[in-house]
């Protein structure tokens, strides 16, 4: 068997072109407690980009293998490891290093993938639906018979949010910036769909809720929406911002008068118990056909740059980017 591999490896932080693609990296061994995954899809988020541009608070030691998400077969266990068997097929959060032909994961963060799932759609589950859950439910506080807005629902969290939130009898309006976008989430079930980029479509979504207004938002681009969401909250209506990439300018009068909350979500503060609740939703949507992740562009390891560019600068919009591993 071989001993090194191949993987993505970025030794100065920069611009896309900092992604490396190495054939000759050490194959990792498992420590006490952890795992080894042959890898054959990695999902791509864009959280990868900001910690390999060098802007994310926290930044990793040099070099490194991008990474997180990831779906394969189980290859090598350490010592004390009792929850999976060599051969399983797993997707995983929080691998060190996942963009590459192995990765390392500690065992607790190793899940079988669900039936009738193929291993595109495993490495397309961890960020995005626990991202989603902790939003809407675990933040958001979203509960049967409310009404949310998905505001970009054509990404990866998008796409998780609409099937996690119709699996939990919510009453889902979703926005996207094109036709295309718009007929994926009305094929996926959401009960309405309108275009972001056309003027008047907040009044819309306001009129399709009798004036009301929505009890949740998940908010993917704050920077550019936030100012708008307030104006659609209802009364003890609540923001969950799971992106932004700058200020936002906003009149708070809104939060005022409806007492509404915005709170802010990064899915590396995930607690245990969240994850737990996070993996049952998603073995029981899998089950009942509401959760079945769509994926959008495939990449190979040799076009980490290309990937890169198309996650950050929003050109993959429909379904979840991942990468194929051979």
């Known amino acids: 068997m071989s001993t090194s591999m191949e993987a993505i ?14 054939k000759d990296v050490p194959i990792p061994q498992p420590g006490e407690g952890e795992v080894v995954v042959r890898v054959r899809a990695v999902g791509i988020n864009p959280v990868d980009a900001y910690i390999r541009s060098g802007t994310f608070p926290v930044k990793p030691d040099l070099p490194y293998t991008p990474g997180n998400d990831a779906a394969g077969e189980v290859t090598a266990l350490g010592k004390g490891v009792s929850n999976v068997k060599v051969g399983d097929k797993v997707y995983t959060f929080f691998a060190k290093g996942a963009y590459a032909q192995y990765t390392l994961v500690n065992a607790g963060q190793v899940v079988p ?13 961890p960020l995005p639906y626990i991202t989603a859950y902790r939003a809407l439910f675990t933040k958001g ?53 309108f275009n972001h980029r056309e003027a008047g479509y907040e009044d819309k979504i306001k009129a399709v809720t009798g004036g009301k207004g929505v009890d949740v938002i998940l908010e993917n681009l704050a920077n550019v929406n936030l100012d708008k969401d307030l104006g659609m909250l209802t009364k003890f209506g609540r923001v969950s911002v799971v992106g932004s990439r700058g200020r936002a300018d906003i009149d708070p009068s809104p939060l005022l008068l409806n007492e509404a909350s915005v709170t ?35 990449f190979s390891l040799a076009q980490g740059a290309e990937a890169h560019d ?9 379904g979840k980017a991942i990468f194929t591993v051979d």
């Open 9 to 22: 490896v970025v030794s100065e932080f920069g611009g896309p072109e900092v992604l490396e693609l190495k």
């Open 113 to 125: 993938i669900p039936e009738g799932l193929s291993f595109e759609q495993g490495a397309a589950l």
């Open 141 to 193: 506080y979203a509960k049967p018979g409310e009404t949310i807005l998905i505001h970009g629902g054509t990404g990866g969290v998008g796409v998780a949010a609409i099937q996690l939130a119709l699996a939990k009898g919510l009453k889902v309006i979703a926005t996207g910036g094109t036709q295309e976008g718009i007929d994926m989430m009305v094929k996926a079930g959401v009960h309405h769909a």
């Open 264 to 298: 802010g979500i990064l899915v590396f503060n995930v607690t245990p118990d969240e994850l737990a609740e996070t993996y049952e939703l998603i073995e029981a949507g899998a089950a009942s056909g509401h959760v079945k992740p769509i994926i959008g562009k495939r």
């Open 310 to 318: 198309n996650v950050y600068s929003n050109k993959t919009t429909l």
